[in-house]
C-alpha cells in the first residue's frame, strides 16, 4: 500500500464514527493491537521527548525502506502512534522525509487533542521525519 | 442564590456536552463580576496610577490601593503589614527569593523546603541555594501525604533561614499545621513562607492566626483576573530589603550618583502596574466570601468515599484528623495511564488536569509518572461529582477491555 493509500484509509476508518468516544474505542484498539516494543529496546535514546506519556520510537532500515517500532505506555498514544506506522513504516525513506504528514489534521485528531498532545504528535512526526530526512540524505550520498 | 449564574463558561458544551469543569486548582473560572470590572476599569476609568495630576489618574489610583486593603482585610492584615501586587503566586516566591533571600542566605545556610510543593516554591529556592553555596533541605511528607512536625523540628539548625511550605499542596489537598509550623520556625528564629496559592481558595485565611511570615497567591485561582498576585510580608521584614527590579515608580528619586529607592510596598512595584486587573481582586474575593463553601463538604464526603470504594484507585493525600482534605483529589489508577482517562473524560465535557502538576519530586515520592486530578470549586455540584465518578468508570472501562 503507497503512504497516500494508507492514509486514505485510516482517514475513513476514523471518520466512520460520529462519537467521539467510539473514534477513541477505534484508537485504543490499533493501540492495542500494536506490537510494541521489549523492555530492552524502551531506552531512554528511543524516548521521544515532548509527550505528556512516554513513546518510544525505534526504527530499521532495509535497503532504502525504512521500518518502524514503537511502544507507549498510554493506549491512546499508542493508537495514535500506530496510525502512523501504518502509513509509514516499510515505505522508502525519501518518501517519508518529503511527506507533509497533514492527514493527522483530516483525522480530527489535532484539533481535538490537548496542546500537550497535540505537541506530543508534532514530536511523534518530527522524529519519524528526522530518522527518514537522514536516511535518505545517506542514500543520496552513496 | 445560584452562583452557576456568575459564570458564563458553564454554559459551554465542548463536544456537545455540558462543561463539567473540574480544573479549578489550575485556575478558576471567570465571573460577571470580575469581567465587568474589569471592563470598566479598561473603558472607562483607564489611567496609568500613581502618576498623573488628571481625574482618571486619580480614580485609578484609588481603586489600586483600595485593592490593597480590600486584600488586606481578606486575609487579616494589620496596617502596618505589607501587601505587594505582583504577577502571581510565582514572582511573589521569586521576588522574595531575589530579595529576603538574597540578604539573608549566605554560604553554609540552608533553606527548608516541602516535598510536595509546587515547582515555583522550590526552583526559586533551588537557584537561590546554587548561587550562595547554600543547601536546600527537603521536608518529607508522610504514605499519607501529611507532613511531620518532628521532621520540622529536625530540619531546623542553626543556619536555617527560611521554612517555605504549601498551605494546601495542589496535588495533596491537605491542610498543612500552618500554625504548629509557624510556632516551630519562631522558636527557632526561623521565618516561615506560606505558597497560599491552593490555601486561599478553600481555607478562611487570618495570615495573624496562621502566624506565618510570607503569605503569597495567585489570582487567577480566586476569580480574579490572571497576571494578578499578592505578597503578604509581616511588618518589619520587607522594610529595609533592596529592590527585586529596578524603574518605575519604585524609586523616590534618580541621580547618577544615588539613587533613593520609595518605601515599601512600592518599592517591589516596579514598572507600570497590572492596574486594569489587580482592582478586579476586590469583586473576586466579595464573591467568594458571598458563595462561601457551596456543597463542597458533601462533594467532599461524596468523593472520598467513592474514590475508596474503588480498588484500582488510589488517592493522595488522605485526610486525618491533623490534615483535613480540600475538594482536590489526585488519583491514580491501576493499569490505566492517567493521560488515557483524561482524554476520554475531555470528551465526555470533563475538565480534569492530568501529568506531574509542577510538581515532579512528589510524583518520584509515590513513585509514579503522574496523577489524575479533579478539584472542585463552590459552584461545582454533587451531581457534577456523580458524574465524573460515573464517567471515570466507563473510561477505565474503556480502557481496561
Ligand atoms: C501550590 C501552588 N503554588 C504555586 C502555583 C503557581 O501559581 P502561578 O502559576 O499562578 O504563579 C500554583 C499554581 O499552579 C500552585 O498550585
Known amino acids: ?142 | 442564590m445560584d452562583y452557576r449564574k456568575q459564570f458564563p463558561q458553564l454554559e459551554e458544551k465542548p463536544y456537545g456536552k455540558p462543561l463539567v469543569y473540574l480544573d479549578n486548582a489550575a485556575t478558576s473560572l471567570r465571573p460577571e463580576c470580575v469581567v465587568r470590572a474589569w471592563e470598566e476599569n479598561a473603558f472607562r476609568k483607564n489611567a496609568n496610577i500613581h502618576r498623573a495630576v488628571h481625574h482618571f489618574s486619580a480614580v485609578a489610583t484609588e481603586a489600586f490601593e483600595k485593592t490593597r486593603a480590600d486584600v488586606a482585610s481578606f486575609i487579616g492584615a494589620g496596617p502596618s503589614d505589607q501587601i505587594v501586587f505582583t504577577s502571581g503566586t510565582t514572582q511573589a516566591i521569586n521576588l522574595l527569593s531575589a530579595t529576603y533571600g538574597d540578604v539573608a542566605v549566605g554560604e553554609g545556610d540552608n533553606v527548608v523546603v516541602g516535598e510536595e510543593e509546587h515547582h515555583s516554591n522550590i526552583v526559586p529556592w533551588q537557584m537561590l541555594c546554587r548561587r550562595k553555596g547554600a543547601q536546600l533541605r527537603v521536608l518529607p511528607v508522610g504514605e499519607d501525604g501529611a507532613i511531620g512536625l518532628q521532621e520540622l523540628d529536625n530540619l531546623i539548625d542553626k543556619r536555617t533561614r527560611l521554612v517555605t511550605v504549601a498551605h494546601v499542596s495542589n496535588v495533596l489537598g491537605l491542610v498543612n499545621p500552618i500554625s504548629e509550623m509557624a510556632e516551630r520556625c519562631h522558636s527557632r528564629g526561623v521565618p516561615l513562607l506560606v505558597d497560599g496559592a491552593q490555601g486561599i481558595v478553600h481555607e478562611k485565611v487570618d495570615v495573624g492566626a496562621l502566624g506565618c511570615d510570607f503569605y503569597v497567591f495567585s489570582g487567577h485561582k480566586i476569580y480574579a483576573a490572571p497576571g494578578t498576585g499578592v505578597l503578604y510580608a509581616r511588618k518589619g521584614l520587607m522594610e529595609d530589603l533592596p529592590p527585586y527590579m529596578g524603574g518605575g515608580e519604585m524609586i523616590a528619586s534618580v541621580g547618577w550618583e544615588k539613587t533613593e529607592y520609595e518605601r515599601a510596598p512600592r518599592r517591589f512595584e516596579a514598572g507600570t502596574q497590572n492596574f486594569t486587573s489587580v482592582p478586579t481582586l476586590s469583586p473576586a474575593l466579595e464573591l467568594a466570601s458571598q458563595m462561601g463553601r457551596g456543597d463542597l463538604d458533601g462533594i467532599t464526603g461524596y468523593m472520598l468515599e467513592a474514590l475508596a470504594g474503588r480498588k484500582r484507585v488510589h488517592l493522595y493525600g488522605k485526610p486525618s484528623p491533623a490534615a483535613r482534605k480540600v475538594p482536590l483529589f489526585s488519583i491514580t489508577v491501576d493499569g490505566v495511564h492517567h493521560e488515557d482517562i483524561a482524554l476520554i473524560l475531555d470528551k465526555m465535557g470533563i475538565a480534569v488536569r492530568s501529568g506531574q502538576m509542577c510538581a515532579e519530586p512528589l510524583m518520584h515520592r509515590f513513585g509514579v509518572e503522574g496523577m489524575l486530578r479533579a478539584s472542585f470549586a463552590p459552584y461545582n455540584t454533587l451531581e457534577e461529582a456523580q458524574y465524573f465518578i460515573e464517567s471515570l468508570d466507563r473510561a477505565v472501562e474503556m480502557l481496561s477491555r
Not at chain 1, 474505542?25 to 524502551?42: A, C, H, N, Q, V
Open chain 1, 1 to 142: 500500500m503507497s503512504i497516500e493509500e494508507a492514509k486514505a484509509a485510516i482517514v475513513e476508518e476514523l471518520l466512520m464514527y460520529d462519537d467521539w468516544l467510539d473514534r477513541y474505542e477505534y484508537i485504543i484498539s490499533l493501540g492495542k493491537d500494536l506490537p510494541g516494543l521489549t523492555d530492552d529496546r524502551k531506552t531512554e535514546d528511543r524516548l521521544i521527548k515532548g509527550c505528556q506519556s512516554r513513546v518510544w520510537l525505534d526504527s530499521r532500515r532495509e535497503g532504502s525502506r525504512l521500518f518502524f517500532d514503537a511502544d507507549s505506555d498510554a493506549l491512546i498514544t499508542r493508537g495514535i502512534i500506530a496510525m502512523l506506522i501504518r502509513v509509514y513504516s516499510g515505505q522508502e525513506a525519501a518518501e517519508i522525509a518529503s511527506d507533509d504528514f497533514l492527514f493527522v489534521k483530516r483525522t480530527g485528531l489535532v484539533d481535538n487533542l490537548s496542546p500537550t498532545r497535540a505537541n506530543g504528535l508534532a514530536s511523534m512526526i518530527s522524529t519519524i521525519r528526522g530518522i527518514a530526512a537522514e536516511a535518505a540524505g545517506e542514500d543520496g550520498g552513496r
